[in-house]
């Protein structure tokens, strides 16, 4: 989705990020959205985590969301293979 803002002028394209909210469907009806919640609440902790060990520094939200993530993924792909 495109977002144009009126009154500023921009030099760069931005692409923007909409949260996206992924439930698959099992074949026997039931939902996965349990293990979602799941799984983002253990990231948030573990982001949380990263930014108390910067000393908790704020500015770099993003960067521990992603190392957060990666780590737990990770880790679930480790305990499933």
Request: hydrophobic share 30%; net charge neutral; aromatic share 4%.
């Amino acid at each position: 989705m495109k977002r144009e803002i009126v009154g500023e002028r921009r030099s760069k394209k931005t692409a923007s990020v909409e949260p996206i909210n992924v439930i698959e469907t099992r074949k026997d009806g039931s939902a996965n959205g349990a293990q979602i919640s799941g799984l983002e609440e253990e990231i948030r902790r573990r982001a949380y985590e990263l930014y108390l060990e910067r000393g908790g520094t704020p500015g770099y939200e993003s960067e521990d969301w992603i190392a957060a993530e990666r780590e737990v993924r990770s880790r679930q792909l480790q305990q499933a293979g």
